[in-house]
């Protein structure tokens, strides 16, 4: 499960799943960097370890770029399993060293969550999205990650019926950073079937998430 983001000075981030043993065990979620365009890269960071549970799955990051408060705090959320794909909960860590290090790791969600996607805007503000039984909720923090609301929910889903193998629901959001008329503006897309077949589906807060449209 790799995953790449970019710091608004150019650092590029790189995070996976590190995996030696059989059966998952033990593991890793590991970042590294480059400064110089992805030709080299720095020694590895450990945001999560285990010699085996709890179990992280789905990771992902991303970086501030708005100026700002926290301007270039990393983020990396993941799934952190009691036992193996059983119940898990969302869990987000920051970075400021560009993912040299990490800290401050908390729960976001409830039990039952999966396919996490954080996002930033400006100042501080963070929200993670996340799946939930059939819904799409998220979770947000306004300074920099130190602490989170409480869980809300975008919408509700149908899960599609095709027989294929890995077609869960994971949302992926971003903020309107711009400094436009739009600017603070929240979206999170996702896939359902409640028209009876495979749509994709867009809604949007303008209010920092109390809100969400249709």
């Given amino acids: 499960d790799p995953t790449v983001a970019y710091c608004a000075d150019g650092t590029a981030l790189f995070a996976y799943l590190d995996y030696s043993g059989g059966a998952f065990t033990p593991h890793r979620f590991i970042s590294t960097r480059s400064t110089d365009g992805g030709v080299t890269w720095g020694a590895p960071g450990t945001i999560f370890a285990s010699g085996g549970s709890p179990f992280a799955d789905r990771p992902y990051i991303t970086c501030a770029q708005a100026a700002g408060t926290n301007q270039n705090r990393a983020y990396a959320s993941w799934t952190n399993f009691p036992n ?113 077949d495979a749509d994709v589906f867009l809604s949007r807060s303008t209010n920092g998430g109390s809100t969400w449209s249709a």
Wanted: proline share 4%; glycine share 14%.
């Fill in 84 to 196: 193996a794909f059983s119940s898990g909960t969302v869990r987000v860590a920051f970075s400021d060293d560009r993912g040299a290090t990490w800290t401050g790791a908390k729960n976001v969600s409830n039990a039952g969550s999966q396919g996490s996607m954080p996002t930033a805007g400006k100042n501080g503000v963070v929200y993670v999205f996340f799946q939930a039984g059939n819904a799409i909720q998220f979770n947000k923090s306004s300074n920099g990650a130190g602490t989170w609301g409480s869980v809300a929910t975008v919408a509700t889903y149908a899960s599609l019926s095709e027989p294929n193998f890995r077609r869960p629901t994971y949302p992926s959001g971003a903020v309107d950073n711009s400094g436009g008329p739009f600017d603070g503006t929240v979206y999170v897309v996702w896939h359902s079937a409640v028209n009876s």
